[in-house]
């Protein structure tokens, strides 16, 4: 074999390791850039499940306030309705000690009056019981 031979073997061998070397990065690259998307998707996806899992504490957060404002609405509304009670009890007793002309007839009208009042509480509790309000507050009812 001549030298220009040999010299033109030489030449494609370096053509071919050339070659296989830049197909060999090319293989490489497209790996890395895969295993790069991977990576910044999991990532991504580990983000967005800890957004939601925040949202998903904060609307319960919400929600159970909600459920304690109405709880304590109620409450206040019951409270009231006792207020309101006594206060008519304590006014017949007032009433009955303040009339001197004619207590029975007094007695009897504080009293009709009284039993009104202590009805229409009833029935007003009784339906804030039984209103859907307290229903969507507790969930269903069990009696």
């Known amino acids: 074999m001549n030298d220009a031979d040999v010299s033109k073997q030489i030449q494609q061998m370096v053509r071919f390791i050339r070659q296989e ?3 060999k990065a090319n293989e490489i690259s497209v790996s890395a850039e895969e295993e790069f998307n991977i990576e910044k998707l999991q990532l991504v996806e580990a983000e967005k499940k800890k957004i939601r899992q925040e949202y998903e ?30 206060l008519m009890l304590d006014w017949m007793l007032y009433s009955v000690k303040s009339c001197q002309r004619y207590p029975q007839l007094n007695l009897i ?16 509790v009784e339906a804030l019981q039984n209103s859907k309000i307290r229903k969507s507050l507790f969930g269903q009812v069990s009696a």
Not at 63 to 86: A, N
Not at 109 to 124: A, D, E, Q, R
């Open 21 to 23: 070397a830049e197909e």
């Open 57 to 86: 504490r904060k609307e319960k957060q919400v929600q159970v306030r909600k459920k304690i404002s109405g709880v304590l609405c109620w409450h206040l509304e019951m409270g009231r309705l006792y207020l309101r009670t006594l």
């Open 109 to 124: 009208l504080v009293t009709f009056t009284v039993f009104l009042y202590l009805v229409g509480n009833l029935l007003l």
